[in-house]
């Protein structure tokens, strides 16, 4: 790209904090015009997002109670990479675990980087066609609820207001593009 060059230099790195999911870095950064800066970030292994399409016009999402919000959500099936997993695995199990259904289909529609901001997180978001019934499992921790509805009516309730997630209102988008001729996946 044309211009000044905006990389910024890792100087030092320290390890704030380490949990089950959280890895949070404070780095001393060079930045382009030789000044010294601090960068917070959370390092994230990475996701797979899928938007199951068990009929022509219909998608399955998941309704689940996000402590963090303090609310429910309606989403698409996700959830993070395991250590070594290629992420059309990860997003298979996500929609086995999440949904109970197994896919003969899945297609990429490309990767997001949900926030730039303060971690590394990206999400390859995928369309499941093809679906066949196997037993959902969720993990012991995790209480979800798969619901069938018409595509036309999520993206409606993108416009209310009722999905605020946004890897949900992206993989919806995309998947809608893809499903009506009007977008190619890469």
């Known amino acids: 790209m044309p211009g000044h060059d905006l990389r910024e230099t890792r100087l030092t790195t320290t390890q704030v904090y380490r949990g089950v999911l959280l890895d949070v870095r404070r780095d001393e950064v060079q930045l382009p015009n030789g000044r010294q800066s601090l960068r917070e970030y959370i390092r994230h292994p990475g996701a797979a997002a899928v938007v199951p399409v068990p009929a022509p016009g219909r998608v ?53 980087h949900p926030s730039v901001g303060y971690s590394d997180e990206s999400i390859e978001i995928y369309l499941a066609r093809g679906l066949r019934r196997t037993e959902g499992s969720t993990d012991p921790d995790e209480f979800i609820e798969p619901l069938e509805c018409p595509l036309q009516e999520a993206l409606e309730w993108v ?28």
Do not use: F, H, M
Request: a negative charge; glycine letters at 8%; hydrophobic letters at 40%.
């Open 60 to 112: 399955v999402l998941v309704r689940q109670y996000r402590y963090a919000l303090g609310a429910e959500t309606i989403e698409v099936p996700a959830g993070k990479r395991d250590a070594g997993e290629a992420l059309s695995v990860t997003a298979r199990r996500e929609l086995a675990e999440e949904t109970g259904y197994d896919c003969s289909d899945l297609l990429r529609l490309g990767l997001i």
């Open 159 to 186: 416009r209310q207001g009722k999905i605020t997630d946004v890897k949900t209102i992206i993989a919806l988008d995309w998947a809608d593009r893809y499903l009506s001729g009007a977008w190619t996946a890469p």
